[in-house]
């Protein structure tokens, strides 16, 4: 034998059991979980596959067993959403109006002025943080109507400039906060190499900052993108009916009864109005968890 | 003309008075190093070079030129930094050409000064890395190389060796000085690290409290610390502090029984002083086995620490800690009654009530 020389006894890497207790009691959590969240969705999936009849007539967590897309392609193009009847793409359009701008700008001031906190402190920057941090906590249900007069004021309420600016303004102190946070992290000796290497305020900001940044880009894209589109208050008030976002005219398509209610369009127009967070998350999972770990460090 | 000339420095955070009054002339082609404990000043002033901290109040010259207000990248001087600093998403290439592009060097001159640096520094073959794919001493290099580029007359230093290991530290240690024997650049480095300042420097700036203590040659500092603090921060190990009284005229230094002839000490008037601290370093001291009256320190041996070639022996004298340096065969074994030869000549003579040496 190879190792005849060594004592005999337990030798090499201990064996583990496969289920442990404490495995057990992580793995049910998360199947618990997984189920809560994921059953409503396959709910979702399976009605809006269904059509009416069977809908009427079945059990709601049993599959269709005639799969059909017709409620999908009326929830798209000719579902009601109070006088019209052109579906949920109208929203959709809209939605995308007013998320791409406001995630665009919000972003582009926020990390400026981050980038700036951080690195070129200017007199009361701290007191500046300060303020913003504190910002960040006031319920912005408050600031609605002040915002209505301003919005009103401008000449632009009711329009799609009108609430882009409340979505960028809003988006503001939490993003300058993460933005801040990160570039307070990143090494204050490379912000000084660029110094000495006559890198200014701009081309270190693109040269040498952004370009390491990638992770804190994509949470904010990722933070904006999702509420924005997911947010309801701001479109149904601030927008103007011909711009109401993908939320407000699903409200709309679902609450707008003629008839018999339609879960399967009703089913159909919600998923497609939940999918742009749904794919964002499902492709970026990854550098959100980690972009949102690297603002965190250092206050 | 001075090569760089800090004039009334003066640097204050808030009420905190960070560089105290502080005045500094570098010679051209001179390799000053900033040497002290943590907080004592030593970055800040580097930094207060370099343009990156405004200062309170005084003047700072390069060259002659009053630099005082310019930007970093207008002064003329180059800096490597303790962490290298560089840009994790540029090639080795792209870190050493990023500020000659912003200056708006042509094309073939960047890449000729990059080329000439590269080889000056052996990082040829590493150019089209990047620094994540670099070693330590690689990436301190390209550091290195980086403000090499700039073809600058005063290179700063920043503590460029403290991030690694000791091995690497002696090699590129020797590989600085064997940079400025070539370059005959003005440097001024920082460190804490005593052997790096003894063996690199022309000249030492020992600070404390943002104030220079000692600006002189390794030796002098070595050999005449100014001050107790000098004294003690100089030397490992430590030098051997004993208090006591110089009697008789300043002819004798007597603590306990003891009493030690002063006649050959270096230094100033010794007079009569009620309290004087006499400074000895372990290897300026011998073990011998029969006192000398006047000449030796009665002592009893504690423990030892060998140390490859030397050891370092600790032993108690009138009730003092003591250590002497021995080779290591002449390890005594603990317990054992010796007598403490001293040099007088080496010894430092200090006042207890200013601190200064005599």
């Keep these: 034998m190879a190792n005849s020389n060594l004592a005999a006894g337990p030798s090499g890497a201990k064996p583990k059991p496969f289920i442990t207790p404490q495995r057990a009691v992580v ?159 990143l090494p204050q000796e490379l912000f000084k190499a660029a110094r000495v290497d006559g890198a200014g305020y701009w081309q270190i900001f693109f040269q040498v900052f952004a370009p390491m940044s990638v992770p804190i880009f994509t949470v904010a894209v990722i933070l904006q993108v999702t509420g924005i589109w997911n947010d309801f208050l701001f479109g149904v008030i601030y927008a103007g009916p011909t711009n109401y976002p993908m939320t407000v005219q699903l409200n709309n398509i679902v609450n707008s009864a003629q008839g018999g209610k339609a879960y399967n369009v009703d089913m159909a127009a919600t998923i497609l109005t939940g999918l742009v967070p749904l794919a964002i998350y499902f492709f970026s999972g990854k550098y959100f968890v980690r972009g949102i770990a690297a603002g965190a460090v250092k206050g | 003309m001075h090569s760089v000339s800090v004039k009334n420095l003066t640097l204050k955070f808030g009420s905190a008075e960070v560089l105290k009054n502080l005045n500094l002339d570098v010679e051209e ?138 091995k690497l530290r002696s090699e590129l240690r020797v590989e600085l000085k064997r940079l400025h024997n070539r370059l005959k650049n003005t440097m001024i480095y920082v460190t804490h690290d005593q052997i790096e300042a003894l063996t690199l420097a022309d000249r030492i700036a020992i600070m404390r409290g943002g104030i220079i203590q000692q600006l002189d040659a390794p030796q002098t500092i070595y050999n005449r610390p100014a001050n107790l603090f000098v004294a003690g921060f100089i030397g490992s190990p430590a030098m051997n502090f004993i208090k006591g009284a110089t009697v008789d005229g300043g002819k004798r230094f007597q603590f306990g029984n003891v009493s030690l002839d002063l006649a050959g000490y270096e230094g100033g008037a010794i007079l009569d002083r009620p309290k004087a601290i006499l400074g000895l370093r372990p290897e300026h001291l011998t073990m011998v086995d029969e006192a000398i009256a006047g000449h030796t320190i009665p002592a009893v041996v504690e423990i030892d620490e060998p140390m490859g070639a030397d050891s370092l022996v600790w032993l108690l004298a009138e009730g003092r800690q003591m250590s002497v340096r021995v080779p290591v065969e002449h390890r005594p074994a603990p317990g054992k009654q010796v007598h403490l030869r001293v040099d007088i000549a080496k010894a430092s003579l200090f006042d207890e009530t200013n601190e200064l040496r005599i």
């Design chain 1, 27 to 185: 793995y049910t959590v998360l199947i618990v979980c997984a189920i809560f969240f994921l059953f409503p969705l396959y709910i979702m999936i399976i009605t809006s596959l269904k059509n009416i009849q069977e809908i009427q007539s079945g059990n709601i967590f049993i599959p269709t067993l005639h799969p059909t897309l017709d409620a999908w392609e009326k929830a798209w193009n000719s579902a009601c959403t109070g006088l019209y009847c052109e579906g949920i793409k109208v929203g959709f359009w809209n939605s995308i109006k007013i998320t791409v701008p406001s995630t665009i700008v919000s972003i582009i001031v926020a990390s400026l002025t981050g980038y700036s906190m951080a690195n070129w402190p200017f007199k009361f920057s701290e007191v500046f943080f300060t303020i913003l941090l504190l910002s960040s906590f006031i319920p912005y249900v408050v600031m609605i109507y002040p915002l209505v007069i301003i919005t009103r004021e401008l000449g632009i309420y009711s329009t799609l400039p009108a609430v882009v600016l409340v979505h960028t303004i809003f988006g503001l102190p939490l993003l300058t906060l993460l933005f801040r946070n990160y570039f307070a992290s």
């Design chain 2, 29 to 166: 082609g001179e390799f000053i190093v900033l040497l002290g404990p943590s907080g004592c000043g030593k970055s800040t002033l580097l930094n207060c070079l370099a343009g990156l901290l405004e200062l309170t109040e005084g003047q700072i010259h390069i060259k002659g030129k009053n630099v005082t207000w310019a930007e970093p990248s207008e002064r003329g001087i180059g800096m490597v930094f303790q962490s290298y600093a560089l840009y994790p998403q540029m090639t080795v290439r792209g870190n050493m050409s990023f500020g000659l592009k912003i200056a708006g060097l042509p094309k073939d001159e960047i890449a000729k000064r990059v080329e000439r640096a590269s080889e000056i520094l052996q990082i040829g073959p590493l150019l089209d890395r990047k620094p994540g794919a670099l070693s330590g001493g690689q990436r301190q290099r390209v550091a290195i190389g980086r403000a090499l580029v700039r073809e600058v007359d005063v290179f700063l230093f920043d503590e460029p060796l403290s991030n690694l290991d000791a």
